[in-house]
């Protein structure tokens, strides 16, 4: 389908988020003269950009969209986040539809975070039910965001906005910053019919913040079926918001899934995500037979080669002689190789270790490690 727009300047701040680098716009308001409008201060991200898969030119013009939008009968209409307009884009076949604008004020090797809000819009023959936005900064990807689902008719006027964000470290004062659709599967083929297919995403309230705090669910981690894992989040003085709507600093999970979490502060919001793994776990602590505490940063502490599944633990360590020489409830034990302040001598230690499972089974395991240094 052939597009025609026209690119509309005009000088517009958003009250409250002026800031020493933002976009201009924040808002995306402009005014829509037909197919392919942009918002003033906004140009789309060209097809033969590196960050851009649409093959033609006319494969890469999103649309300004309102409620009343001039493709109203195909879907390609919606309710704003903010504001009077919002850019909708899609991802099919030989099609990617986004928006960039270049950036000034950066301070290097500092942190910012894009935030925005993003939906699943649809449209007559884009009915994929779920999507992205990739932001890229200049050339590199920043991040994916966090998928947003939507079973709504293609052609709804009250769907959900959530939001997201992305952080970036500026390497320069200026970046051009891109922000296109993605979809979370590989069918991008157009269809009236098929509702993983072409995909159609809506974005809204963009802007930037410069972050001075850091969050980390940590790496994608594996738990055992049945086994309770505390994500963490907590920074003083923030506000949480998780996928299932949450608001506390921590979420207790026991099973599978993707996790996210929105932390705000001064005004900031950063965005972590983790993926939880299910295995069948053989409940039984197991140690290492060697550890080396002396003083080079490797292998110093006596500490469990797998303890997964293991809710309470008691570790009791014996010399050669059967005299304790150390006792922890710690569940990574932590044995520095010191017994009363002085170094242990080298030799066989033995360990006896009662722990209880998290199916609530008490059980005892016994074993011997070797002390050298």
């Not at 649409?54 to 986040?81: C, K, Q």
């Not at 150390?326 to 170094?343: A, C, K, Q, V």
Request: charged residues 15%.
């Amino acid at each position: 389908m052939i597009k025609n727009y026209s690119i509309l300047i005009f000088l517009f701040f958003l009250v409250g988020r002026l800031l020493s680098q933002d976009f201009l716009n924040t808002d995306l308001d402009g005014i829509i003269s037909g197919s392919s409008s942009l918002p003033f201060n906004w140009e789309n991200v060209p097809f033969d950009d590196v960050t851009c898969t649409a093959e033609l030119a006319n494969g890469a013009t999103p649309d300004l969209t309102d409620l009343f939008g001039p493709e109203s009968i195909t879907g390609v209409l919606g309710n704003p986040y903010s504001g009077n307009t919002f850019v909708s884009g899609v991802v099919a076949d030989s099609f990617q539809e986004g928006i960039m604008q270049t950036v000034s004020g950066f301070n290097p090797n500092t942190t910012y975070s894009i935030n925005f809000q993003q939906s699943v819009v649809k449209q007559i023959n884009g009915l994929d039910q779920s999507g992205s936005w990739a932001v890229y900064i200049d050339t590199l990807l920043a991040g994916i965001s966090m998928p947003t689902f939507s079973d709504v008719p293609f052609n709804s006027i009250a769907f959900i906005w959530e939001e997201r964000s992305i952080t970036f470290t500026a390497t320069s004062t200026t970046h051009t910053i891109k922000l296109l659709p993605m979809d979370d599967d590989s069918n991008s083929v157009p269809s009236t019919t098929d509702i993983t297919g072409a995909l159609r995403m809506g974005i809204d309230s963009i802007f930037i913040s410069s972050c001075n705090f850091e969050i980390g669910l940590g790496e994608d981690e594996t738990i055992c079926v049945g086994e309770h894992l505390m994500l963490d989040a907590s920074i003083s003085n923030a506000s949480y918001l998780w996928q299932d709507s949450s608001s506390n600093a921590t979420l207790n999970i026991s099973e599978k899934g993707s996790y996210w979490v929105a932390v705000t502060f001064e005004n900031c919001t950063l965005i972590d995500s983790i993926h939880i793994s299910e295995e069948e776990c053989q409940l039984i602590p197991s140690l290492p037979t060697i550890f080396t505490p002396n003083g080079d940063g490797m292998n110093d502490r006596l500490v469990p080669i797998d303890n997964k599944g293991i809710t309470t633990i008691n570790t009791i360590i014996f010399n050669r002689w059967g005299k304790k020489v150390y006792e922890t409830n710690n569940p990574l034990i932590e044995w520095d190789g010191r017994i009363n302040g002085d170094d242990a001598s080298e030799g066989v230690y033995f360990w006896v270790i009662s722990y209880t499972d998290i199916y609530g089974v008490a059980k005892q395991v016994k074993g011997s490690v070797t002390l050298t240094r």
